[in-house]
């Protein structure tokens, strides 16, 4: 089973930016479509972005269209999130997550592997 782990979480006012990134190990990263997910306070996880194995095909939830952007390096075994213009509902604590489907997936039980998560906290 891959190993996951994200960064570039923290604290910023609305308006902000902020780039996450996922570091990938112990699997052929470059195979398996990767996605973020995110979860707020009080409110189950829900799919942010995904991205398929060659970064060709991206798809968004809808809150985060033209805010966030969802890249990959290959080379590098890394996922990112830019993410720009933050709101404070975008406060959540952010999961990367790997699937072998080689379609972009949206569903949760399509990403058997995940990171343990990085908090982001949007203020007023």
């Known amino acids: 089973q891959g190993h996951l782990v994200e960064s570039g979480g923290g604290s910023v006012q609305a308006g902000g930016s902020l780039r996450l990134s996922c570091t990938a190990s112990a699997f052929t990263f470059k195979a398996y479509t990767m996605a973020w997910f995110r979860q707020a306070p009080g409110k189950e996880i829900e799919f942010a972005a995904a991205i398929n194995w060659s970064g060709q095909s991206t798809q968004y939830v809808d809150s985060v269209k033209g805010r966030f952007t969802i890249s990959r390096d290959n080379a590098a075994n890394t996922l990112y999130l830019q993410m720009n213009h933050l709101k404070p509902e975008d406060t959540a604590v952010y999961y990367c997550?790997?699937?072998?489907?080689?379609?972009?997936?949206?569903?949760?039980?399509?990403?058997?592997?995940w990171g343990q998560g990085t908090q982001v906290t949007v203020s007023p």
């Open positions: 997550a790997a699937s072998e489907k080689p379609a972009i997936q949206t569903t949760i039980r399509a990403y058997p592997n």
